[in-house]
């Protein structure tokens, strides 16, 4: 199939090279991917010019950056069927985020709560960039005419400002964008962080905070052994009272399948040791094969740079369609 055909709607989905991609891109973000990915006409970008928000170590990022190709593919993301690509390959996203930026409002960018988070966390560096991110995110979505964007709860804000901005832009100028509706499953939508988890398990976050995807056995077996819970000892879940414990039957449910009550139902009577070795045991028969097809991936450099550079060119074609009618819309001379 072409990717200028109509058939499939489209899907657009990106994650940051930011660090080790962590158990909640995979539960919240990448399962659901490979889920959707047949009704879809679908780009899985590797945001690495939202990752430059944060203070980024250059030869890290460059690493991380293969490691997240190799790992949608590891994780069956097919790059043939589907535009796996490096959203700084394709200049379209930031020339379209420089004009949305001129229809995006200082008072509703700074009503985000992902901006509050990272700028009291990185107060040292409360960058333009880590303000105007909603705004790069949108013009990512919009490029591609997208229908519909999988990601995990603490996107949801991003998702409807990218709503506001492509509705005030059709307003202005007529259907330019199709206007995007976020896929956020509830039950999996946030998993929290085995350290402290009133907070979102998070790849910039501390290394026992997260199980990577690529976390050895033993190494995802400990995190978890110190997961913390609650000194009661009964297996339920309740978010508020029981955030440590509810989150273990999350990640269970999210790695086997089974709904919150069969994951209880199956470790009736038993102890938080037991729920942490079964969630041990799952976690690891996922990952264990995406890890195998990791490293068969992450050894051959050169396909890699292969899919990134093709699929680039082709995210390119169609998101220069958008970024050209863009243009001519708000008077920008094309000759
Ligand atoms: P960073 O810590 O660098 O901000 P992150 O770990 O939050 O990164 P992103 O690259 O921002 O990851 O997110 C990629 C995708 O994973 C998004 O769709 C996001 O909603 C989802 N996601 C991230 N963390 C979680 C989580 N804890 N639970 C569910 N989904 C998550
Ligand atoms: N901001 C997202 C990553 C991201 C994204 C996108 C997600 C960048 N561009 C476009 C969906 C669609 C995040 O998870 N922090």
Redesign the pocket.
């Known amino acids: 199939m072409s990717d200028t055909s109509t058939a499939k709607p489209v899907l657009y ?1 990106g ?2 090279p ?2 080790s991609i ?1 158990l ?2 995979y ?3 990448l399962r659901n991917f490979t889920k959707l990915e047949k009704d879809y006409r679908c780009l899985f970008g590797i ?1 690495d010019l939202h990752a430059l928000t ?1 203070r980024q170590e250059p030869a890290a990022l460059r690493k991380q950056t293969q490691q997240l190709a190799a790992l949608y593919i590891a994780c069956g993301l097919d790059p043939d069927a589907n535009i796996i690509y490096c959203q700084s390959h394709v200049p379209a996203h930031a020339e379209l985020a420089w004009v949305l930026n001129c229809y995006s409002y200082m008072g509703e960018l700074s009503r985000m709560t992902q901006y509050k988070d990272k700028s009291a966390r990185h107060s040292d560096n409360i960058n333009a960039g880590l303000f105007t991110y909603p705004v790069l995110m949108a013009a990512d979505i919009l490029l591609y005419q997208t229908s519909v964007v ?6 949801k804000q991003h998702l409807e400002i990218t709503r506001d901005i492509a509705q005030r832009f059709n307003g202005l100028y007529g259907d330019v964008f199709e206007v995007p509706e976020p896929y956020i499953p509830k039950e ?5 962080s085995l350290t402290d988890p009133t907070r ?6 501390s290394e026992e905070s997260y199980i990577a995807l690529l976390d050895a056995p033993d190494v995802i077996r400990r995190k978890l052994r110190r997961a913390v819970t609650d000194s009661e000892g009964e297996i339920r879940v309740d978010p508020d009272n029981k955030p440590g414990v509810t989150n273990l039957i999350t990640i269970l449910s999210g790695m086997t399948g089974q709904t919150a009550e069969e994951a209880c139902a199956s470790l009736a009577g038993k102890g938080y040791g037991e729920l942490k070795d079964a969630v041990a045991d799952a976690v690891i028969e996922v990952l264990t094969p995406i890890q195998q097809r990791y490293q068969q991936l992450i050894a051959d450099k050169d396909y890699l740079a292969q899919v990134l550079n093709t699929n680039a060119e082709r995210a390119a074609a169609l998101a220069r369609r958008t970024l050209r009618k863009v243009y001519k819309k708000v008077g920008l001379y094309q000759g």
């Open positions: 989905s994650i940051q930011s660090g962590q909640g891109n539960i919240g973000a945001a944060v999988p990601v995990g709860a603490d996107q999996t939508a946030r998993i929290m979102k398990m998070s790849k910039s976050d």
